[in-house]
């Protein structure tokens, strides 16, 4: 055996384009790397046990929820957070849309529900209203009774402008 | 952070791997996380080292070897769903996967993780012992293959060592009479009961028929009358309806909050029915 178990060990990954690095604990979730070692806090912790999807994120373009992937396990990988959305202070379309929807009221689950459709859209950029219900279905809101969140992800899809993976050089 | 406490390693070969299970008697292999993590979270498991098989090699393949598929235990739900493979050999798995919770965990979890974890709500176990799987290990005293029906054996219970780690289970594509059902509260929610049900359709019969239920019994098991009455006989409408009521005097189910024994037994009898029917199209 070549290497040994650790209980702390050195991690590195891309957020959002930029590189993090830090000496976390094995237990530390990708949810608290992102939040504390490379202070993004746009991603939010509802449950941290995966039910209520607030803190998915994509993990190489793929959704993933960040308080079920330990920050170890995303050695290497390239991560993109809610906050690679936005322009400075210019909404991208997708989050425009949630805007004018009212596709959120509290905003906890918000960046959860974003990053989950920017993924649906990413992979498919006409899905279908049921697509779009069984895509969200894995993420909780307790304000908006969904039927806004699901609007704006059809209004994103209207207008046919999503940016896809344009950050990470 | 709720996680407690443990070392992590993430080797680079299987032997490795299998070596650092074997090592601690607390060591727990970690693959996709996402039944693990839970567990972690709210301290129901407390392991000693976590074994991470990301980096081992050969674990992540689908491979067609003619009458059956050999699936890595490392391949997620989501490369499941996106198989061309698995969408022409084992439209079953094709059919499942989208059962699984949500987008965000089949990005994550593993065939491997959900069958060596044996949770009798999870689709997988449900469905490689109607298909009448293979699973195979591996630990310091060498390679070994376990049949499904040998392989679950109670809720959360495998006979799986523990120092032995799952790399490949192994799935007939010659069963091509199948279906499979369940009912959940919502999709993606666990569900409350589950029945696959496979065969070999050969002139107007069903031969070797395996039915299972989920979910609803506590552990994942075979419905043995049900299948008598399916094998060798004519498939019709009288022979689903007289499997419904077979399946629902086979069962003690279990009762919950999310609904009561007598509930369960009228859900699987309703499933087990409408699974024969399917089979009867497919046939």
């Known amino acids: 055996m070549s290497i040994t178990p650790e209980e702390r060990l050195d991690v590195s990954m891309t957020i959002n384009g930029r590189r993090y690095r830090a000496t976390v604990e094995a237990r530390r979730t990708l949810a608290d790397f992102i939040r504390e070692d ?74 959860g529900f974003l990053m989950t459709a920017t993924a649906l859209l990413e992979e498919n950029a006409s899905p279908s209203r049921e697509d779009i219900v069984e895509t969200v279905a894995g993420s909780l809101c307790r304000c908006t009774g969904y039927q806004t969140i699901v609007s704006a992800i059809e209004q994103a899809v209207a207008e046919g402008q999503i940016d896809t993976k344009g950050d990470d050089q | 952070m709720k996680p407690p406490k443990f070392r992590y390693v993430a080797p680079r070969t299987l032997d490795d791997a299998v070596a650092h299970l074997a090592s601690d008697l607390d060591a727990k292999v970690l693959s996709g996380g996402q039944s693990l993590m839970p567990l972690l979270a709210m301290r129901l498991a407390a392991p000693s080292v976590l074994v991470d098989l990301q980096h081992v090699p050969g674990l992540g393949n689908i491979e067609d070897e003619g009458t059956s ?19 022409e050999r084992l439209p079953i798995l094709s059919s499942a996967v989208v059962h699984i919770a949500h987008p ?47 392989f679950f054996v109670g809720p959360f219970t495998s006979t799986l060592a523990e120092d032995e780690i799952l790399t490949h289970v192994s799935v007939p594509a010659t069963r091509t009479a199948w279906s499979f059902q369940e009912a959940a509260v919502k999709k993606g929610d666990y569900g409350l009961a589950l029945v696959a049900a496979t065969g070999i359709p050969r ?17 994942v098991r075979r419905l043995a009358e049900v299948e008598r009455l399916l094998a060798e006989v004519p498939m019709t409408d009288v022979t689903a309806d007289e499997a419904a009521v077979a399946a629902a005097a086979s069962i003690d189910p279990i009762s919950d909050i999310h609904g009561n024994s007598e509930y369960r037994r009228k859900l699987v009898a309703s499933l087990v029915r409408r699974a024969v029917r399917e089979l009867r199209n497919g046939a």
């Open chain 1, 38 to 111: 490379a202070q993004l806090p746009g991603t939010k912790l509802g449950c941290e046990h995966g039910v209520c999807g607030a803190c998915t994120v994509l993990l190489d373009d793929l959704p993933a929820r960040s308080c079920l992937t330990l920050a170890v396990q995303a050695e290497g990988r390239h991560i993109r957070t809610v906050e690679s959305l936005a322009d400075g202070h210019e909404l991208n379309p997708l989050q425009r849309a949630f805007r004018e929807q009212h596709g959120l009221q509290c905003g906890f689950c918000t960046a």
């Open chain 2, 69 to 87: 598929l050999l699936i890595g235990a490392r391949v997620t739900h989501r490369e499941i769903e996106r198989s061309a493979v698995i969408a």
């Open chain 2, 104 to 150: 965000q965990i089949r990005s994550r979890g593993t065939l491997g993780g959900s069958t060596a974890h044996a949770d009798p709500s999870g689709e997988w176990p449900t469905i490689l012992l109607a298909l009448g799987a293979t699973m195979h290990a591996v630990s310091p005293r060498g390679r070994r293959t376990i049949e499904a029906d040998e």
């Open chain 2, 203 to 219: 002139d107007g019969v069903l031969l070797d028929p395996r039915v299972a239920v989920g979910a609803a019994v506590g552990s």
